[in-house]
Nanobody, 124 residues
């Protein structure tokens, strides 16, 4: 079993930065993929970014490429999402997810484990 706990959300202004954290526990993660998804009110949950734990290979949604950076720290088993140049449309609940044997990192159904989410609100 894998447990995920997000933190770091909040209310910021457009153009500001925010860093989300996802504390991961429960097992070893060398073969796992860690993802960040987000869900805005009335919209489907969408892919934001992913990282393969051991290789650190990363993927990004086009909407965040160049602004967001995903990383992981093995010493603390934490995954980060650094969000810069935030826009109004980045407002959403952000979820951390984990899974292995993933064929498509952008597909939420491939991830077996999810955190509870953390709210990010960007104001003008």
């Amino acid at each position: 079993q894998v447990q995920l706990a997000e933190s770091g959300g909040g209310l910021v202004q457009a153009g500001d930065s925010l860093r989300l954290s996802c504390a991961v526990s429960g097992r070893t993660f060398s073969g796992y993929y860690m993802g960040w998804f987000r869900q805005a009110p009335g919209k489907e949950r969408e892919f934001v970014a992913a990282i393969q734990w051991s290789s650190r290979f990363v993927w990004y949604a086009d909407s965040v490429k160049g602004r967001f950076t995903i990383s992981r720290e093995t010493a603390t088993n934490t995954v980060f999402l650094q969000m810069n140049s935030l826009k109004l449309e980045d407002t959403a609940v952000y979820y951390c997810a984990a899974g292995n044997s993933i064929r498509s990192v952008t597909t939420r159904y491939e991830y077996a484990y999810w955190g509870q989410g953390t709210q990010v609100t960007v104001s003008s």
